[in-house]
């Protein structure tokens, strides 16, 4: 499990359950043997056409725009112990990623008109956009594995909070507390933060890959155990196709893996070709456009694009100091925090050390050092970046 031997096969090598290893065989494999539980694993890169920043891209601003809040550490806006003391850098986070501003994608839309078509066992996404639901796919058909903005509850007595409250609050960059008077803790999405547990649906669900006829990888590093591990769990004779810019976790390795190593979207568009569904997608997805302003997907750095950046940081930055009303006595006890370093101690440390597939989320950082700490377990791209240093 996790394990699987990384070279690819020799092309010639034949495929035991395809007639071929190409997507057209894929499509045809589909039809005779009316498959009905196909299971689609996605990450990240199925939402990058919405326009959803990465954060590490320059063009996107996002890391500068962590940079400039001051973090102790960059992956702090994810670790629960900091969010206590300080839930203002997430909740600048949420304000620019809350459900309702994006549009989804024709991959979100792709795996919708396979549950339409009869053909969806299962979705699992690694993302916490919530598109795949305002794509259509119903909330049933979907794991979050990593948690999602769809549900939100307090810290410290989980008492849920309202989902209309929830969107107002964060519309107005303000922190919310607990609905309970007697209680007022922080209030959380239920996004799932460092070393903190995976869901239960995920682990009542991590056998269904075993059972499925077939396997569609899309958008993902395949780097966030036990996430990872989803893909070998299909059987050796199953077909797995991987929709991705790069080959990962070691697919195309198996006689019945098809690699379309493309942008998503170019993928999901070839493959509803080969399937004669092209022009119901394209319908699945206009329906997604009532009311969206679609995002244009982030280009090359230019030094105009640089100098709107740095106008947006400015902003975002400004907007953290006016519009979040941090009080007196928690902005003191930040910055003293600050000041006082990044002490490996102020760090968190459960996040187990393996990156063998656990029960809570882990990266592929095996030390707790303050260089190897990144965000990465939410947003990959920020890898291998140093924290910078606090400045007040
Ligand atoms: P990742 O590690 O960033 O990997 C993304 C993969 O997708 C990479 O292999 C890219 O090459 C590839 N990719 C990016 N864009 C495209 C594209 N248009 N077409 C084809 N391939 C593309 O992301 P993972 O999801 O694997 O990492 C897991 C993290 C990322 C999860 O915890 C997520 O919550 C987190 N994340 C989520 C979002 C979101 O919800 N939209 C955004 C950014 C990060």
Known sequence: MGNENSTPVDEATPPTTLYGRNIEAVAQY???????????????????????????????????????????????VFDISYFRKNPLPFYTLAHELYPGKYRPT???????????????????TQNIDCLEQEAGVPGDKIVYAHGSFATQRCID???????????????????????????NGLV??????????????????????????LAIIMGTSLTVQPFASLPSFVR??????????????????????????????????????ALG??????????????????KKRPEAPTNSRQEELD???????KDIDTSLKLSGETSDRIRAEIEKGTSPSSRPTSIPSSTEPSDVLTTPQTTT????????????????????????
């Open 30 to 76: 589909i039809k005779e043997k009316d498959v009905k539980k196909i299971v689609v694993m996605t990450g990240a890169g199925i939402s990058t056409s919405a326009g959803i920043p990465d954060f590490r891209s320059p063009d996107t601003g996002l890391y500068a725009n962590l940079a400039r809040l001051n973090l102790p550490y960059a992956e702090a």
């Open 106 to 124: 024709v991959s979100h839309s792709f795996i919708s008109l396979l549950n339409k078509k009869g053909r969806l066992l299962k979705l699992f």
């Open 157 to 183: 007595c989980q008492t849920e909070y309202p989902d209309d409250r929830m969107k107002d609050t964060v519309q107005k960059m303000e922190v919310p507390r607990c609905i309970r008077k007697t209680c």
């Open 188 to 213: 959380k999405p239920d996004i799932v933060f460092f070393g903190e547990a995976l869901p239960e649906a995920f682990h009542r669900n991590r056998s269904l890959p075993a059972k499925a006829d």
């Open 236 to 273: 050796e004779e199953t077909p797995r196709v991987l929709i991705n810019f790069e080959r990962v976790g070691g697919l195309g390795s198996r006689p019945d893996d098809v690699l379309l190593l493309q942008d998503c979207d170019e993928g999901v568009r070839k493959f509803a070709d």
């Open 277 to 294: 569904w092209r022009e119901e997608l394209e319908q699945e997805w206009a329906r997604t456009n009532a009311g969206k302003v679609e």
């Open 311 to 317: 106008q947006e940081v400015e902003k975002l930055t």
């Open 369 to 392: 050092s303050a260089s190897s700490f990144t965000l990465n377990h939410v947003y990959p791209h920020l890898k291998e970046d140093k924290p910078e240093k606090p400045s007040l």
